[in-house]
Nanobody
Framework: VQLQASGGGLVQTGGYLRVSCTAS????????MGWFRQAPAKEREFVAG????????YYAEDVKGRFGISRDNAKNTVYLQMNSLKPEDTAVYYC?????????????????WGQGTQVTVSS
């Protein structure tokens, strides 16, 4: 199993970015995928998740209405569109694959992680 994240960068407050995560080594459409983030000195936290079919999505409260998760199962890729970015969104963003059935926003329920991509929002 491999997850390769890309697309992070530096953006001003109010700007936007899209991060991507391309998967290999498993049947992508069978798995719920999540995006997490971790800021310095903070615990890793759930940002968004999407079911394998794409029919169900979940968001953390502080990103609802600003972030959008999507996936292209033909390309084995999950995306996180981030709009109206704030300095507090600054973190390393990770994509992850759940190891069990269903959905979860707990990091311990995910057993495969991408390498992370840095997102920095300047004020």
């Amino acid at each position: 199993v491999q997850l390769q994240a890309s697309g992070g960068g530096l953006v001003q407050t109010g700007g936007y970015l899209r991060v991507s995560c391309t998967a290999s080594g498993f049947i992508f459409s069978n798995y719920f995928m999540g995006w997490f983030r971790q800021a310095p000195a903070k615990e890793r936290e759930f940002v968004a998740g999407m079911s394998g079919t794409g029919f169900k999505t979940y968001y953390a409260e502080d990103v609802k209405g600003r972030f959008g998760i999507s996936r292209d199962n033909a390309k084995n890729t999950v995306y996180l569109q981030m709009n109206s970015l704030k300095p507090e969104d600054t973190a390393v963003y990770y994509c992850a694959r759940i190891y069990r059935r269903g959905s979860s926003w707990y990091p311990q329920d995910y057993n495969s992680w991408g390498q992370g991509t840095q997102v920095t929002v300047s004020s």
